[in-house]
């Protein structure tokens, strides 16, 4: 009997907390979860390189098609604009277009490994440039800058 009236006491504290029906004093409903914000990059207000960037440094280099390749979301913690790719052999300046949506975006395109035919990564801000949403699968054609030597002069 005794262990009746203690589940009864505990069971009357855990009612005290729910709101009574009927109860005029205010709004018994739950508070309503806030919506997680999430920011969203303009691709029109994206600064453009530095001029001290590689891609910036790259006027006058020449383009070369290194082909298309498809690319999801890369690391999400490393800033900047670039597109890691198996169609580069060295990190170098590039430029990017979306082939859904024509934008292209100047990035440091990155090699990893893996065949041609593999997928590539693509940072946040590179694919905000092309007005991508985050969570698709981009299919791009990717241009390597190759940038002009320095003529060597002979001495003879």
């Not at 109860?23 to 409903?29: E, K, L, R, V």
């Not at 739950?30 to 997680?36: G, R």
């Not at 024509?102 to 990035?107: D, T």
Request: charged letters at 15%; aromatic letters at 2%; proline letters at 8%.
């Amino acid at each position: 009997m005794r262990i009746c009236l203690i589940l009864l006491a505990f069971s009357l504290c855990a009612c005290a907390r729910l709101p009574l029906i009927g109860d005029m004093s205010g709004d018994a409903s739950p508070e309503p979860a806030a919506e997680p914000t999430v920011q969203v990059l303009d691709p029109e207000t994206l600064d453009p390189p530095a001029p001290s960037s590689p891609a910036a440094r790259a006027v006058g280099g020449e383009i070369a098609n290194s082909g298309k390749t498809v690319a999801t979301l890369g690391d999400a913690t490393q800033s900047g604009l670039w597109l890691e790719t198996p169609l580069v052999s060295t990190t170098g300046p590039g430029r990017i277009t979306s082939e859904v949506t024509g934008r292209s975006v100047e990035v440091m395109l990155r090699p990893i490994d893996g065949l041609a035919s593999a997928g590539s990564r693509i940072s946040v801000a590179a694919m905000s440039g092309l007005g991508l949403e985050l969570t698709s699968v981009a299919a791009l054609t990717v241009e390597a800058v190759t940038l002009d030597a320095p003529a060597s002069e002979d001495a003879g």
